[in-house]
Every structure is written in C-alpha cells, then in structure tokens.
C-alpha cells in the first residue's frame, strides 16, 4: 500500500498482504497446490536433503531466500536458461541467481574461460592481470569511476564505500532509504524491513533495526523517504555536519523496483555535492539495466558506486568504483 499522506507522489510502500491471515491463507492455498502436483512427497529426494541440512545448518540453509516451505527444490544442474533439479526435473529458471546469470547457466564461454584460469591456479597471495583487466573494463564503462577496489560480495562493496566516505569526510552518519536493500552491513541493513508498526511518520521515518544489531547504531542511521524531496533535504542539512553518505539505490529492489521521479536523483547530486557529503550509488542490483549502470541511465554521477556479482558472471565478487 502506498503511505500518500497527500502526496500523489508519495513512495513508502508496504505490502499487507502477508498479514497473519492472509498470510496462513495462502500457506494453505499453496499447499492445497502442492499436494495436487505431488510436491508434498516425503520419499522426494529434496526432502532428504533439506531433512540432512536442517541437522547440520540453522534452518537448513545458508541463504534464507531460497528456501520455501515445506522444503526447497534442490539443484543438480542447469543450462541456458533451464535448471535440472534432483529428482530429474527440468524447469525454466526465471531466478537466475537473481538475475546474476546473463549468459545463463553454464554458458561455453564462460566455462571455458574459467577452466583455463583454474588450471593456472585456483588462488594467489599475489595480484594478477585479471584484476587489472577487468579494473579497465569497469573503469571505460562507468563514467563516474577513476579507480576500482575489488572485493568479495555486493554487501562488502557497499561497506567498504561507507568506510571510505567516513575516512574522506571524517564524519560517522549515513543516511538511506526506508525500506531499501543494501546487503547485510549492519549500518546498511538499518530500516529495510519497516512496516506499519514501526515506520514513524513520513516527514520524520524511524530508523528500524533487527534485534541482532547494536542498539546504538540508532543514531548514526538518518532513514530517508524515497522520491520525498523536500522532507530528505529537510532531514540532510539537519544532520549534514556529522553526515558521511548518502547511500541510494538508483532503482530501489525492495520497493518493487519503483523508479526515481523526475529530478530526485539531480537534486540529491546537487545537494550532497554542496555540504560535503558523499553519494553512493549502490549498483549491485541496478547496474544489470544498462551499459554504464543506472545512474548513468538517470544523468547522475555518483562519488562512490557498489557492484556485485553482476560483474563477474554470477560469481561471488563485489567492487567499489568512484573518482
């Protein structure tokens, strides 16, 4: 649903229909379906599987979003755009790795060119020309990028921009987007699951945390109103004194991929340019729309930008670019 507050343009969206009614309501819809396709086997091999994690891993997995209930479908293999599981199924693949896959799965090219690295070694102590290699590549298709840091992962890249707009301005505040994916840096992770209960009010969003996160990372978190101008201004220059970043997802995921309005992106550029503050663009979803990433795609520069692994073929790799 969409919080107006009477602004036609108003973005905080929360979705209520996994309230606990609704919510049991499609559970048993969805297993009423189940059972009629012959999912709820308990002889499946899926089964087994999930019943032998479930012993050795907390909740059975290590990535709570591909898990579903009443057990996953586990992977044997996959090609183009097609995914094999184990009971010998083959499915269209519309996750994708999240849409990492851009070749698909088990692309020629890229399998062989990953053989042929392998078979140089599987890991140094030592850089290597591939670094430098695709630091180049980055650095010729994102306009806003002098230099690359690589990293591991999407949430390490954008840690590692807050780091680096801490130590350049010397101040501790970070300031994100109610309701916006960032990865699992507690500090980004910070107000990405508000809900009704727990949001505050537009012109004053309350910064949410999970209860495994420090109470008083509080206050150095500003929440911010996506495509609320005049209110994210208002909250900006308040704290723009102790205020490091601006961290902003581009095209916002977690808000159902709910586009910037006209001149938002601009006006940040312009706002955080002229108190010092850094702006972050935080790219490991957004940069798959175009060739330069989405900034580009909205006529904006970013300081600093976060990748994952879009990057690297769907491997785990993540960077930080900026000038």
Known sequence: RARNDGDAQSTRLQTES???????????????????????????????????????MPGGNSRHTIVM???????????????????GEERIDFINNYTALIRGHSDPNVTAAVGQVIQNGTAFSLPTEYDIR?????????????????????SEAVLLAIRAARAYTGRSK????????HGIYDYAQASDSSRPGNW??????????????????EKDVVTLPWNRLDICRELIEDCCSELAAVLVD?????????????GFLEALREL????????????VMSFRIGYHGAGHANGVMSDLMSMGKIIGGGFPVGAVAGN
């Open 134 to 154: 695709l630091a180049e590549l980055l650095v010729e298709r994102i306009p806003a990028a002098d230099q690359v840091r690589f990293c591991n992962s999407g």
């Open 250 to 262: 581009p095209l916002p995921a977690a808000l159902g991929l709910l586009a910037p309005a006209d």
């Open 272 to 283: 955080t340019r002229e108190l010092g503050v850094v702006l972050i663009f935080d790219e």
């Open 174 to 181: 970070i300031a994100k987007f109610e309701g916006c994916y």
């Open 69 to 87: 209930d009443p057990y996953p479908v586990y992977a044997r293999s996959g090609r183009g755009c097609r995914v094999t599981d184990v009971e």
């Open 18 to 56: 996994y309230a606990a009614g609704t919510s049991d309501q499609i559970r048993v819809s969805r297993r009423w379906v189940m059972a009629k396709i012959g999912y709820l086997d308990s002889q499946a091999e899926s089964k087994k599987l999930y019943d032998r994690a479930l012993v050795v």
């Open 200 to 217: 505050g009010t537009v012109s004053s969003p309350q910064t949410t945390l999970e209860t495994s996160m420090v109470p008083t990372l």
